[in-house]
């Protein structure tokens, strides 16, 4: 959530909150706090809406007070010099409205549209599988629905297996060196199944992409999170994942021409579009090389000789990520972890809430979703109408998800945003157990597209999880954690729907149905939990004088987010 400043700087902060001025001279730790340069009013106070960000006048000083303005804290929250950017670190700069918002808009043109970009190519190489299901892709290969569904077991596996080494290679070389290297590897697999003979190769390829794109999400986040704020990133974040539901929505049209191939050169049109597929996120993984620079200030190089941004701007970009995390320069960008550091990150008890919601909260909506463009054949539609049919799903899907990103921020409750997909299922869930044979196709279709376009959550909870990680190496180590258990929900999701259980799957809606219920009280353990924490760490606190407060900080051996100034969001 936050690093609660300590007494003696606090008062002063909210009596500067309304003043406006000039930048002083520089801020040494000899400083006294009553010399800190004028600071900007904490936006805090400023109540977002979903049309339209905070006012500020923009040439008024936009620099938030932190740790940094404190001599006492300043010392302690201090980058160390190995830092890859703490030669731009300056406790004492000072920007205006202005500049951060032209310094943001630029992030987003030159990082951020290209993440997008390459979970976009990710996304068309891991929901193709779906639309080669309309093109007879089981018959082919002489595939049963429990082949499937193996299939996707054992893709889930090696993706939750990959998740932890594939993050922790991406911190030793960087994520810069590492997301493109992933790219151009799981390309080829992608590619490759163009030549798939049966059961075998169908059951490898899917380990083998499995292992190739695990720990891409958390690898990705981890780099956006250089660049952008706590309040930033979760909005970022859903944009992030609109290029799941685009490269669906993309990927059904390309589908429905691709799939017409069929019986060119003797083939079938799902080895087209796999090769097709495949070949562009060749392209792109190649062009991910020359388009993440290592950091905000290592954006110069041989092809881009002046770099991306001005000193004044990465002055900027580094003091403002700084100010609103002083744990984000606790580890080079190029610096693996110890065993030891794993290990004690594992034993974040704090986190295992976070890690729990993981593996269930997707389960009572994924197997709709999976099987959604296999159950539109089987109630007679043909390939092209089931892959057009689920588009409007996924355009339903991308609205939720951004709605309900930006509600997350604005109610400023993690919880109710996310626990609030469960009660969007539950009905639904339960009128698509009440459906039998007699069930019009287009009632089945109207339930099924709500239930598949669901408010798509994640990407709060992943901002939640990286929120409640104190420091660049437990975000490191929990982020893969989490998306394990979101991995290892895929697997049970993934054997719900059995094949003596179709064409309605009964026993299966039954599953879900008792899942989701078990849900929703999952979520107000997890909001008691986080809430009786930071009421316990307040009382302590608060009860504290400033004197005992700055004695903490200075001899306290607790890290991270067990630190009692921490502060967890729920």
């Known amino acids: 959530m936050s690093t609660v400043l300590a007494k003696t700087y606090y008062a002063k902060a909210i009596s500067d909150s309304s003043d406006s001025g000039s930048t002083k001279s520089g801020l040494s730790p000899s400083d006294s706090v009553l010399e800190v340069p004028t600071l ?103 595939l049963t629905t429990n082949d499937f569904n193996l299939g996707n077991t054992l893709f889930k596996l090696s993706f939750l297996i990959a998740e932890l080494p594939s993050q922790l290679i991406s911190k030793r070389v960087g994520p810069d060196i590492w997301i493109p290297s992933q790219m151009v590897l799981w390309s080829f697999v992608s590619l490759g199944q163009f030549w798939l003979t049966g059961r075998a190769s169908f059951l490898a390829t899917r380990c083998l992409l499995g292992f190739m794109q695990g720990g891409f999400i958390p690898d990705v986040i981890l780099y956006l999170s250089y660049f952008y704020t706590k309040t930033e990133l979760p909005l970022r974040l859903a944009w992030f994942w609109v290029s799941n539901y685009l490269a669906e929505i993309v990927g059904a049209f390309i589908a429905t021409g691709l799939l017409k191939l069929r019986g060119v050169n003797g083939k079938a049109g799902w080895r087209y579009l796999f090769l097709i597929e495949g070949g562009l996120t060749l392209a792109i993984g190649i062009a991910s090389f020359f388009m993440m620079p290592p950091s905000p200030t290592q954006t110069k190089a041989w092809f881009r000789p002046n770099g991306w941004f001005t000193e004044r701007e990465e002055t900027i970009i580094v003091n403002r990520v700084l100010r609103d995390d002083p744990s984000k320069s606790n580890m080079h960008n190029r610096q693996g972890l110890s065993i030891k550091m794993i290990w004690n990150i594992l034993k974040d008890w704090r986190m295992w809430p976070i890690y729990a919601l993981g593996i269930v909260f997707m389960v009572p909506v994924t197997p709709p979703q999976t099987y959604l463009t296999l159950s539109l054949r089987n109630l007679g539609y043909t390939t092209t109408q089931a892959n057009l049919l689920s588009i409007p799903s996924k355009f339903l899907g991308m609205i939720l998800l951004l709605a309900f990103c930006y509600l997350s921020e604005i109610i400023d409750s993690r919880v109710i945003s996310t626990a609030l997909l469960q009660i969007w299922a539950l009905p639904l869930l339960i009128a698509l157990y009440t459906f039998d044979q007699n069930t019009s196709p287009w009632v089945y279709f109207a339930v099924v597209t709500l239930i598949t376009g669901f408010p798509y959550v994640h990407p709060v909870q992943v901002a939640w999880a990286s929120t409640n990680s104190a420091g660049v190496g437990t975000r490191t180590v929990s982020a893969s954690i989490y998306n394990m258990f979101v991995q290892a929900g895929g697997i049970i999701s993934a054997n719900i729907y059995r094949d003596d259980d179709k064409p309605l799957y009964k026993r299966g809606n039954r599953v879900l149905i008792a899942i989701c219920v078990m849900n929703m009280f999952l979520y107000l353990f997890v909001y008691c939990f986080y809430k009786g924490i930071n009421k316990r760490r307040d009382k302590i606190w608060n009860s504290w004088s400033a004197k005992e407060q700055q004695e903490y900080l200075e001899k306290t051996e607790d890290e991270g987010n067990a630190r009692m100034n921490f502060r967890f969001a729920y």
């Open 40 to 142: 900007g009013a904490p936006v805090a106070k400023d109540k977002p809406s979903f049309w339209r960000r905070p006012k500020h006048e923009l040439d008024s000083i936009a620099t938030q007070p932190s740790v940094f303005d404190d001599p006492a804290t300043l010392e302690q929250y201090r980058p160390p010099p190995t830092w890859e950017n703490v030669h731009r670190f300056d406790p004492s700069a000072r920007w205006t409205w202005r500049e951060e918002y032209r310094i943001v808009r630029k992030i987003d043109l030159l990082i951020m549209i290209w993440a997008f970009i390459m979970f976009f190519s990710l996304d068309l190489d891991r929901s193709n599988i779906s639309q080669a299901n309309t093109d007879n892709f089981l018959n082919d290969l002489g």
